[in-house]
């Protein structure tokens, strides 16, 4: 069966938040949820658990003041879009929803006695936890390449101050030098993110520094889209672009940050400025209080996404282990609102249905040339499998992907008011 948007866009919101309206509650006590880590999951969460008529006492706790969003960041790299213009605060979920917004960290989690800890040293008491810390990087796979090294050559892969270092490197580089992606193997946040990455910032180089070349050393041996991807540049940046496959370099072995040199198991390539994105695990708190399995990823109940190892805690985003789910913000957003419906019916003592779970990704070849992919999901034997699937196609026409560019703007415009208000 082929999907179109429209039939993946319109019904889960609809059906969330009449649930959620349908609930009565069954005390006069409100109950506490305390979702850790303000990003596009756990805002999410927040958002729509403080929406329900259960009258839930939400606490939302985030370290930073505002947050920039990672989709989009690589139009930023291109010189297309500011870094204000994704970046987002949290006034409405606070003055809005009357979610209660704390700038700290969680440190520990007691799931005995239900208690969070913060940095600060504040503890919150909680009847049910959401712990959304997104990715963690695991700095020993590539030799070299640590925490340190970061602020030499950036991951990028958390926007903000690491999205404007590289762009600044890429501004200073020189005409005629060599840009290196080293991408990270499965499962990674946002699979098709390298490979845009590489597109948008070849856009920039065609117009600044036509001299210049991408080379993407992959620790795969294939990539999500790839025949787009492959024929968007054959297209667009003719010759600016090699990818190198893990099976052909052996896998990146180390990185020398003063000199940019990164060596793979057969040869040593000298980059002009270097992005080395690292294999990655969920947030590093969910390792601490033990959501995550020896995987580095968080089983979780496919219905519920409350955690298959500490009761009372649900995980979401992209530190989920969700089956056939990429790491994506849509997903993100997706299992938030299934977690926040399996939280208000299991405090209100009402009654549990499948969540609706879809994914929709637009991907930039160029501004103007944008593919799409649609998923939808459901829960299968403990797990989540795909039901239906749609791919843009080769040959597309420059209407249709103009068309597609126009519609990932409107994406981002209504998607993160659906997320921070
Ligand atoms: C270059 C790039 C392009 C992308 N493009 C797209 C796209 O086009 N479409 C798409 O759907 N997705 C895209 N993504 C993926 C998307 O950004 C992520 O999947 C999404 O952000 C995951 O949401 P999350 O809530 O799991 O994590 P995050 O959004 O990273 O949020 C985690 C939050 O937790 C906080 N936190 C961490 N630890 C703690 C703690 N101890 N206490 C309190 N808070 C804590 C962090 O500060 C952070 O704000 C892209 C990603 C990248 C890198």
Redesign the pocket.
């Known amino acids: 069966m082929t999907w179109t948007r429209r039939k993946f866009g319109g019904f889960a919101g609809a059906s969330l938040v009449a649930a959620l309206h349908a609930r009565p509650t069954r005390s006069q006590t409100k109950a506490r949820v305390v979702v850790?880590?303000?990003?596009?999951?756990?805002a999410t969460v927040a958002k729509y658990l403080a929406t329900t008529p259960t009258k839930l006492d939400v606490t939302l706790?985030?370290?930073?003041q505002k947050?920039t969003?990672?989709?989009f960041?690589?139009l930023y790299l291109a010189g297309v879009r500011s870094l204000e213009s994704l970046t987002h605060d949290y006034q409405t979920l606070t003055q809005g929803y009357g979610v209660n917004v704390i700038h700290d960290?969680?440190a520990a989690i007691d799931p005995i006695a239900k208690i969070v800890t913060l940095a600060g040293g504040n503890k919150l008491a909680y009847d049910r936890a959401v712990v959304?810390?997104?990715?963690a990087f695991k700095y020993d796979s590539i030799e070299g390449y640590d925490q340190a090294a970061t602020q030499t050559i950036p991951h990028a892969?958390?926007a903000g101050p690491q999205t404007e270092l590289l762009r600044l490197q890429l501004e200073g580089m020189e005409d005629g030098g060599l840009f290196i992606i080293v991408a990270p193997p499965n499962p990674f946040?946002?699979p098709p993110?390298p490979y845009?990455?590489a597109s948008l910032v070849a856009y920039y180089f065609k117009q600044f520094k036509p001299r210049a070349k991408i080379l993407i050393l992959d620790a795969k041996d294939t990539f999500f889209e790839q025949d787009l991807f492959e024929d968007g540049w054959n297209r667009h940046y003719p010759g600016m672009i090699e990818w190198l496959p893990g099976q052909f370099t052996g896998g990146i072995k180390s990185v020398d940050v003063k000199t940019r040199t990164i060596r793979t198991a057969g040869e040593t390539f000298n980059a002009s400025v270097a992005n080395v994105i690292p294999a990655q695990i969920a947030?590093?708190?969910a390792q601490r209080v033990g959501v995550a399995d020896q995987s580095g990823w968080c089983p979780i109940d496919p219905m519920t996404f409350e955690s298959k190892l500490l009761p009372g805690i649900h995980v979401v985003?992209?530190?989920t282990d969700a089956g056939d789910m990429p790491?994506?913000?849509?997903v993100?957003n997706s299992q938030a609102k299934a977690c926040a419906f399996a939280i208000a019916a299991a405090l209100t003592g009402s009654g549990q249905s499948a969540p609706h779970l879809f994914n929709t990704?637009?991907?930039l070849l160029a501004p103007n040339d944008a593919v799409s992919d649609a998923i939808n999901l459901k829960p299968v034997a403990g797990s989540i499998k795909i039901t239906d699937i749609f791919f843009s196609q080769i040959g597309e026409s420059d209407e249709v992907r103009r068309r597609a560019a126009q519609q990932a703007e409107a994406w981002y415009a209504a998607f993160t008011r659906d997320v921070f208000g």
């Open positions: 850790i880590g303000g990003g596009i999951g756990g706790v985030e370290p930073k947050y969003t990672c989709f960041s690589n960290a969680a959304a810390p997104g990715i892969w958390n946040r946002c993110g845009e990455r947030g590093e708190l985003g992209d530190a790491k994506s913000a849509f993100a990704c637009f991907t």
